[in-house]
C-alpha cells in the first residue's frame, strides 16, 4: 500500500505509538489517535504530527464501549476522508497474583486487551468495506498481541488469556476481511520498558532475551511499517518481536 496521502488510525500512543505516528507523518500519512486518560500527551502528539506538514486528530474514547468505538472510526474518517488502516495497539498490562484473583480481574482485562480492539477493529473493518478497491486493497489492520501468550509465564492469567483472544481475532479477521482488507499481529516483547518497573527487573528481562537486550519502539514500528506500506501478500500471522523470547533462555 501507498501511504502518502493515506490516513492511519493508531490506538493507544502515549510511547511506542507516537513514535509510530510521527514515522508515518514523515511518509505524508494522515494521523488520527485516540485517548481514554492520556488527553494532554496524546494531543501534543498530534501537534508533532501536524509540524510534518499532514492532518491529525485526536480523539477520545473508551473503546471498551462499542458506540464509542464506532464514534471514533466514524469520525476519523469524516475529518480526515478516509480510513485506510488501524494499528490496534492500546492495551492494559497488569500483573494479577493467581491466590489474589477476582472476577473483576479477568473482566478488566477482557474488556481493555480483547473487547476494545474487537469493537473498533470491526468499527473500521466495517468503514474500510465501503471505501474504493485500490490496488485490490481496501484498507489493513494491524493487531498488537504478545510473545507470551504461546509461552506464559506466572501471574499475568487474565491478561494472556486476553491477548490469546486477539491472535485467534486477527486470524478469524483475516478470513472475514478477505480478499481486500488483510488482518495481521505483532507479538512484541519488553519494548520500551515502562517506567515503574526497577533496574534489577529491568535486568532481569533483558537477560532472559537470547539477544540480551531490550526491545526499542523502532522494532515493533519497523514491523509495522513494513506490513502496512512493504507487503500486501501477508494477512492473519502473528510477528514475534521478541529478541528471541520465545526460544527459551537456554538459546542465548
Do not use: C
Not at 24 to 38: E, H, I, Q, T
Request: without cysteine.
Amino acid at each position: 500500500m501507498n501511504l502518502k496521502g493515506k490516513t492511519v488510525l493508531i490506538t493507544g500512543g502515549r510511547r511506542v505509538g507516537a513514535q509510530l505516528a510521527l514515522e508515518l507523518a514523515r511518509r505524508g500519512v494522515n494521523v488520527a489517535l485516540s485517548y481514554f486518560k492520556s488527553r494532554e500527551r496524546i494531543e501534543e502528539v498530534a501537534g508533532e504530527v501536524r509540524k510534518q506538514g499532514v492532518r491529525a486528530v485526536a480523539v477520545a474514547a473508551d473503546l471498551r464501549d462499542p458506540a464509542q468505538a464506532e464514534s471514533l472510526v466514524a469520525r476519523v474518517a469524516t475529518e480526515l476522508g478516509s480510513l485506510d488502516a488501524l494499528v490496534n495497539m492500546a492495551s492494559e498490562f497488569h500483573s494479577t497474583q493467581f491466590e489474589e484473583l477476582k472476577p473483576s480481574d479477568f473482566d478488566d482485562a477482557i474488556a481493555s486487551n480483547l473487547r476494545a480492539p474487537y469493537f473498533v477493529a470491526v468499527a473500521a473493518a466495517r468503514v474500510m468495506r465501503r471505501q474504493p478497491i485500490v490496488d485490490g486493497l481496501q484498507g489493513k489492520i494491524v493487531n498488537f498481541a504478545d510473545w507470551a501468550t504461546e509461552r506464559p509465564y506466572r501471574g499475568f492469567l487474565p491478561y494472556f488469556i486476553a491477548k490469546g483472544g486477539v491472535v485467534t481475532m486477527t486470524r478469524a479477521l483475516a478470513v472475514e476481511l478477505a480478499p481486500t482488507i488483510t488482518v495481521n499481529a505483532i507479538a512484541p516483547a519488553m519494548i520500551d520498558p515502562p517506567p515503574h518497573l526497577s533496574a534489577d527487573e529491568i535486568e532481569e528481562i533483558r537477560q532472559a532475551a537470547p539477544l540480551k537486550r531490550l526491545g526499542t519502539p523502532a522494532d515493533a514500528n519497523n514491523l509495522v511499517l513494513y506490513l502496512l506500506e512493504g507487503t500486501d501478500f501477508a494477512t492473519g500471522a502473528v510477528y514475534r518481536v521478541d529478541g528471541g523470547r520465545f526460544l527459551g533462555t537456554d538459546a542465548g
